[in-house]
Each structure stands twice: as C-alpha cells, then as structure tokens.
C-alpha cells in the first residue's frame, strides 16, 4: 500500500511574539492529518520561546543561537521528515486546507507548489490584495525562463510548498545567502522539476513595520537592498546553470525588468550609496525598454505605460521624478496627471482598467453563455454564485440531446438568474452551433457584464463567436472546457482553438490533463483545473442513507457501455462470491452493452448477485444512491474517450459513501486516496478493494468519512462558486503596474 504522502511546517521565528501563536496555530490546525509542525527559533530576545514552550509535544521546537534565515532553514529542514516541507514565516499563517490542497495537487516531477496569499496588516484586516499582484503564478518547467530573464511570477516563502527530494539536493544553504535564503530556494528549486500553481489564497502573508523585503515606504536603503539582492541571484544563475547543462546569458543581471528600475530607483534617490558605481539613469533607461521590449511578456498597455516611466525617471530632476516612483511602487500615491495618461492610453488601446471594487460598489457582473444550463437542475452553481455576484445567463431556448433522445426546453427554476434564451443554428452540436449575432451584442448590452464566461470547448464555433465580442467590447472572456485528449483538428479548429486562447484571459479545464494540453497548446494565461459544476448538499444529503442491511450493497449508475467497464465489477462479483462474502451490485442505467452483460453474469453465475435497475431520472438519484453502500465507477479509456470527471463520484462522496474508480482520466484526482484507485482494466485490483470494504466495517466507514470531507471541502457548489469569484477578482482587480510591490524576500530572522 502506497504511504501517503507526508508534510514538514517548518515555522522560522526571531523576535515574533505578537504573531507567532497564530502561524503555529495554523500550522496546527491543517485538515490534512500527516502534517508535522517545526518551530526554529533564532536567538529571540522578545517573549518568543516561553510561547514555544507552551506548545509542549504538540510541535518539535528548535531553539538555537542568532544564526539568521539560512541556519534556521537549514536547521529546521535537518530535522523534518515531510515529503512535502513548506517554510512558513513567523509573522505569516496559513488557512486549514493549504497543506491538503498541496497534496491534491502534488505529482512525481513536482519541484515546488506555490499558492496565493491573502496580504493581511498587523491586526490580521485584508489589504485588499493578494500575492502575486499584477500577473498569474508561473506554472510548468520554468527553467529556461528563469535563465534568461533571472525571474518568474512567484510568491514570498509562505506561498511555496517544496519538494524534499529537490532540496536533498540543494541544502544546506550556502552562508552567502544567510539573509536571503528564501530566495536561494526560489531561485533555484524550479531548476530541478516543475512548478505547479494553486490559484486560491491558502495562506496570508503580512505587511508590517519590521518586514524585511515588503515596501510600504519610499526608502532608498531597500531599493539598495533590491539590487543586491538581484546581483546575488543572478551570479547564482550564472553558476549554478551551466552545472545542470544550461546556457545563461551574459547580460542576465538586465534581463528582468523589474531589476532594471530597482537599480534606476537606487541611483536616483541616493547615487552616492548606489552600489554600482557605473550606473548611469539614461544607460539605465535604454536597458530597461530593451527589457521591457525584448525579454518582457508584458501586455502593450504595460510595455508603453513603463516605457514612458523609463524615461520620465531617468530625465526628470529628483522632485519630479518621484511621483513617478511613487507611481509605481507605491499605487495609493499615484498622481493625478499619470491616472490621466493611462487613461488616454487605455482609451487608444480599447481597453478599460480594472478597478478594485469598494463594499458599496455594484455588485460583479457575470454572463454565463452554455448549452449546459438548459436542464434547470444544472443551473445550482449559478444560483449559489448569485448569492455573491449578479448572474446572467446566455442560454438556447431549446437542445437537441442526443443522450436524451429528445429536445430539451429551457428551464428556468431560479428567480434570481437573469436568463436571457436565443434562438440557435445547428442544435446539439455542441462544437459547431451558433447564436445569432445580433442576439449576443443585445444581451452584453443589456445586462452589460464585467465578465464574459463561455463554457464550450476551446474550439467550438460560439466560443470564437464570444471571444471576438469579447476583443470588441474590452471584455475579459473565461472559458470552460472538459476536453482531455489532444484531437487531430482540422486546420480552421486549429486556428479557432488559437484564436480563442490568445483572447481569453482564463481558462478553466475540467480535469487534469485537459490542464496539461493548454500548455502543450502554449496558452500563456491564467488557468485553473475545476469541474463545471459541483453538487447540492441540500439535494445529495448524507441524511438520506439508511442502515445497511446484511449484504453490502455494491452500486454504479452512468451509461451501460463498454468504456463504463461493468464487465469488471461482474468479474469482481465472480471473485467475491469465490471467496464467499455477502454483497449484491445494483447497476442503475442503460446502454447498449446490457444485454451482452447480463448473460456475462449468467455466464460467471453471479447473476443472483445483480439487480439492473434501468434507467433513473436525475430527481431520483439521491434516493437511488442512498441505498448503495459502494460506489464504483469502473471506466476504462478507449481510442475516442476517457473519462473527463464522473460527476456521479462526487455525488457519491458528498454523501458519505465510499467512492471506488478506476485511474482512467480524472476519476483518480477526484477520488485521491490511494486505498479507492484501481488501475483500469484490473478486476483483481478492484476485487481487493470491494474485499476489503465489506470485511472491515471500521475501514468502510472511515472511507466513508473521508469522501464526504473531500467532497466538502472541494465539490459543493458553494466551493466552486468561490473559487470562481476569487479568480474573476483576480483577473479584474489587479493594479496595472503592481507588479513591482511584490516583495523580493520576506525574511523573519534577524538582519543584525
């Protein structure tokens, strides 16, 4: 049996008292059960250690001598044991789930996962913002990136969870870097895997006065700070690349842009301190528009806007530069002659600024456009967001439903949904309809929505129908799609499957792999792996299951054809009979493979064992499901199809019943735990599931706790309603040039 896998909290700490209860505490109190909890502290003066005290045998402290950041890394990294360690600064926390999202997330080649984190001040009160600002975290192999450009969009150290093999390879950390270990790590851990992005806030990172790296102040010692702090990294690029067999460019240290302004700021502001005695502010100013124009993936607006702030720094006296630098580093400072130079430019662009909205501000504006919502019942995730956002629905009047046999009208069982039904070309075809054109310009004028959200395949015709609105009108387009196979297109699906990834501004994949083909398609934005919809907790209720009786009661309910793979539950049966345990399967469903397995079960003798169910209409699954004590969904991949979810797994597991798949398509990401996972096609392997299962009530109801809490904490349609309101928030409400206000490092040890 494969050990899950384990995670170190590794808590560092000098002169934190006021806030070193709550990062332990946080670290304490994961969902996740194999979590450990370190607490290094380095030679505090303040009350710190009689709180680590007070934790007792709850958490392993380490209590040395001032030895700063990369001793108490190392240190605390020598004695964790976690496959997973996550270094969590003092003044930092994390939220509940962030160490089990991790591992939801973790794969073998994982180097590092990063996360967003919520930006908090000295009482715990929200900033407004969330790190990173101004981009969406990087995620794949990074190394070529990072080796010509010395950097990539990342968070400070309490956003990253890393791998212990990497850092096997990595530690200890040299005493150069004594200040600046954070940085070592993330410099170079995405060198030896790849990085993986959470787009949720799963921690808080806070600003204060005795922050290190965060600026919330114009202060020329840290723009000092920063520029050492980049040629540290860059000589560290520079030897370290060539080692693992990459080139590393000679002009590294100016690739980066954010490093170019850094040194202009430092000049600027105290040229008698600046530590490159050879800087000159014009010769700076024509690197950073080479770096901005050459090695940047900045949108045109950004690359124009900071093009233009180049120059005015660099020409302008001090007095009326610093406007400029306030500008930039500091938004809440921002001139007024600079708001009205970007808003001329975003006029000549065609694009609107997207502007953080107070609590009194009109509530965010969705248009939802999907064949999906015809059938009312689908439409529970948008009746939960509206509960936060104001919803609109762009929706054809009737469907063709091939897997229903019949035309389906629009439903419209919510109220509080602004639906807006259209006529239709082509009905049924889910890649080839079409709305009327003029039907779409009407409904984005009336409802006039912040927010264009198309859930149709990347290539279907009315995805690039919405994606050309939304490049006319200055709209942000997500889009939503479950495809997970790397289809031989046509050439003009190819070039609509092209054309709609380089307009939106977020994808959302419905599996796993449907994620990896965006990369392997190179879509350079901001993506987000999540189902279309979740389930009802109030429909699919843990109160409906009743009592077992004697025999356990082995379920499926989906379509009744081969790829299903019933056959395997029947050959399981076989086995299970063999070994003479009590059980029946009930197989809800119909198909055109249910003749051909009924006389299997006549064949192999198990057919007093099975009851065929037939067809179960969708108000009747709770009550039918109720009745199972196991789900499987046994699927196997054929050359056309693989599983893109199983939604019947969550419905299952939201309501408590053990949830048993097959490792086809995403069933495993959405079961996880490695006791419920089968390979596809093993009989054996499921029959050792289903043994145990029957055998061992404890373990039965310990699955069964398990399902129900995963199903919780990541399928409700209240989880992916926030999810989807925290990432519309994130494409909308991110200052335009905030980039530069993510701090470099966040270290909590001492500098003295």
Known sequence: MQQPLSVSIIINNYNYERFLPKAIDSALAQ????????????????????????????????????????????????????????????????????????????????????????????????????????????RGYLQERILQTSGYCGVPTSGNALSRHVMEQIFPIPTEFTTTSDDYLSVLVPLYGEVVAIDEELGAYRIHDNNQWALVELSSS???????????????????????????????????????????????????????????????????????????????????????????????????????????FMPNQRPRPLHFLMSKLRNLTGRSEAIPRSENAKPLRVLFITHTYVVGVNQGKLATIADGADVGLLSPKTWRSSGWGRVLNLETP?????????????????????????????????????????????FSLCTLQLAIFARLMGLPLVVFGWENMDRDLPLFRRWVRDFVLNTASLILAGNTEGGELLNRWNYQGLTEVMPQMGVDETFFSPSLVTDSEPELNIGFLGRIVHEKGIDLMLDAARQLKHQGLTFKMTICGTGNAQADLEKMARDLGVEDHIQWKGAVTHDQVPAEMAKFDVLVLPSRSVDTWKEQFGHVLIESMVMGIPTVGSTCGEIPNVVKHPDLVFEEGDADGLTAILSRLIGDQEFRQSMGDYCLQRAQQNYTHKRIAQRLITLWHKILHTPSASVSTVPMSSSTTSEA
């Open 222 to 328: 840290r723009f000092r700070r920063f520029v050492a702090h980049d040629l540290q990294r860059c000589a560290l690029l520079k030897a370290k690349g060539p080692a693992l067999g990459y080139s590393v460019p000679e002009n590294l240290e100016t690739r980066r842009v954010g490093s170019v302004w850094s040194r202009l700021v430092s000049l600027r502001l105290a040229p008698e301190e600046h530590p490159i005695p050879d800087d000159n502010a014009w010769v700076l100013a024509i690197l950073g528009l080479k770096a901005l124009w050459f090695y940047s993936s900045e949108s045109l607006l950004k690359r124009i806007a900071f093009s233009l702030w180049f120059i005015w720094v660099s020409l302008l006296p001090l007095p009326l530069a610093k406007p400029a630098i306030n500008w930039l």
């Open 31 to 138: 969902t996740y059960p194999h979590v450990e909890v370190i607490v290094v502290d380095d030679g505090s003066t303040d009350g710190s250690r009689k709180i680590i005290h007070g934790y007792c045998d709850k958490i392993t402290s380490i209590l040395q001598a001032n030895g700063k950041q990369g001793a108490a890394f190392n240190n605390g990294f020598q004695h964790s044991t976690g496959d997973i360690v996550i270094f969590l600064d003092a003044d930092d926390y994390l939220h509940p789930q962030a160490a089990q999202r991790v591992v939801e997330s973790w794969r073998p080649d994982v180097a590092k996962i990063h996360y967003q984190l919520t930006v908090v001040d000295s009482d715990d009160t929200p900033r407004g913002f969330s790190f990173p600002q101004g981009g969406a975290l990087e």
């Open 414 to 458: 919510y109220p509080q949904l602004k639906i807006f039904p259209a006529n239709i070309l082509f009905s049924g075809r889910g890649g080839a309809y079409l709305y009327n054109p003029f039907r779409i310009w009407q409904v984005i004028r009336e409802f006039q929505p912040d927010i264009l959200q198309i859930e149709e395949e990347v």
